[in-house]
């Protein structure tokens, strides 16, 4: 599966829009971007994936560059509660088997009142 | 709520012991893979269990071993416990046959302290 990078710290105040970005350069043609966040010693949350097209849900909006070399999750209206370490992976997807993922170090977002 | 549940939530053992943990899936999941996640990292991939069968391995010595029962649910083993098996375990469940995109949820975790 393709590396990521991702900045290891962001702040945003609450109320506004938390974008966080996540380079894929290596992506292949194959790999799916997906996004999940820690709260604090919990289990990972599922939030969103996506392969060429943006997607949004009722928690973010992922937006994925034409050339697909990277993307950005959007948390519309950050809350205290979205603070977290936010995890981007690149996973590949082949009928007949579930890939692993592969966690980086992810970015810690604070969301400052 | 993902609808994985792990137990027990915490967990005290001394080294050279054996430890079980238990992770039941979402209901309707067939798929159950387990993590391994130290205090400061992103959780590493153990293996993932599919049809009663290891199917995935990631890198991490035999010590380390798993079981997946008819009703899909699952343990994880660990045998000789070292201090640096101290951890945050995961377990995380899927869909295998969805198809594509099979999209892992997971448990809240059971925290291993080896002492």
């Known amino acids: 599966d393709a590396k990521t990078t991702q900045p290891p710290s962001m702040d945003c105040a609450e109320g506004r829009a938390a974008n966080l970005p996540c380079n894929h350069s290596?992506?292949?043609?194959?790999?799916?971007v997906y996004w999940y966040r820690q709260i604090h010693s919990q289990g990972p949350q599922y939030i969103i994936h996506?392969?060429?097209n943006n997607e949004t849900n009722e928690m973010a909006s992922l937006i994925i560059t034409e050339d697909r070399k990277s993307s950005t999750l959007i948390l519309p209206h950050a809350t205290l509660r979205d603070t977290a370490v936010y995890y981007c992976?690149?996973?590949?997807?082949?009928?007949?088997?579930?890939?692993?993922?592969?966690f980086g170090s992810g970015t810690q977002l604070t969301v400052l009142p | 709520d993902a609808g994985v549940t792990q137990s027990p939530t915490h967990l005290i053992k001394t080294r050279g012991q054996q430890v079980t943990l238990r992770c039941s899936p979402k209901?309707?999941?067939?798929?159950v893979s387990w993590y391994q996640q130290a205090l400061g990292q992103g959780p590493q991939f153990i293996f993932q269990?599919?049809?009663?069968?290891?199917?995935q391995r990631g890198n991490f010595p035999d010590r380390f071993s798993g079981h997946q029962f008819p009703n899909y649910s699952s343990e994880l083993n660990v045998n000789a416990l070292l201090l640096g098996d101290s951890a945050l375990y995961l377990c995380?469940?899927?869909?295998?046959?969805?198809?594509?995109?099979?999209?892992?949820?997971f448990g809240p975790g059971t925290r291993l302290t080896v002492l």
């Open positions: 995380a469940s899927s869909l295998l046959t969805s198809g594509v995109g099979d999209t892992q949820y």
């Open positions: 290596t992506i292949s043609g194959n790999e799916y």
């Open positions: 996506g392969l060429k």
């Open positions: 992976i690149v996973r590949a997807i082949s009928s007949g088997s579930a890939r692993q993922l592969t």
């Open positions: 209901s309707g999941h067939d798929t």
């Open positions: 269990y599919y049809e009663e069968e290891e199917r």
